[in-house]
């Protein structure tokens, strides 16, 4: 699975150039190709994608039923818009919002309730790796997630180490295999889907690929290029 994430990069126009390229990439049946617009963008890439493989994300949304929130979108709109996952508790908004996955609980409760999956991101930052705790802080990113009885086993989950983010920095082949083992230990689901994000680009793709335990990659920058993603994709289908 590969999944770009723009962030909150492109006008309107650029962003639907983009998604067209992206619908008309070719890739194997056996990938699953996905794009996260700006939410602003969503429902005119939803017709872009029609008939194509190409799955449409949210990047966020809340679990709130309908109601009074401003400037917020919730699981079933993103739905009801053409989504098929949200990502939830970037590290970007985990940072700039104060979100933590207690509080995100009933975001991935509603957007399971909804059919969407969740692509639920976890990381460490540079200084928690550096005092070794990197391994502890993931665990318990994904700890509250199993205590609330949900059935989570349709989610996935992406490691993003924080420092990896827009840096040009990768972890390492071993520190990823670790903590993908490390994830899917604490889910306690040797099947589970972890994709690795973290300035994964056609440079670095093969290498982070070559990696065991890496179900696909959450591309942020590199995603934003067309030629780029479709390089990634690539690059993961030779693997
Ligand atoms: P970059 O690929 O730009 O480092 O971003 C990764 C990311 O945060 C994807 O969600």
Known sequence: MIIGNWKMNTARADALALAEAVANMRHQDSTRVGICPPALWIDPISQVLEGSSILLGAQDCIGDQFGAQTGCINAAMAADAGCSMAILGHSERRA????TTE????????????????????????????????????????RPLLSVGLDISGMVIAYEPVWAIGTGLSATRLDIEEMHATVRDVLGRADALVLYGGSVS???????????????????GASL????????VAAWERK
């Open 202 to 220: 056609p440079e670095s793709a093969e290498d982070v690929f070559s990696a065991e335990g890496v179900s696909g990659a959450l591309v942020g």
């Open 225 to 232: 290029n067309a030629d780029k993603f479709a390089a990634i």
């Open 96 to 99: 700039r919002f104060g979100e």
């Open 103 to 142: 509080s995100l609980l009933p975001a991935v409760a509603a957007v399971l309730e909804t059919g969407m999956f969740p692509v639920f991101c976890v990381g460490e930052t540079q200084i928690e790796r550096e005092s070794g705790r990197a391994l502890d802080v993931v665990a318990e990113q994904i």
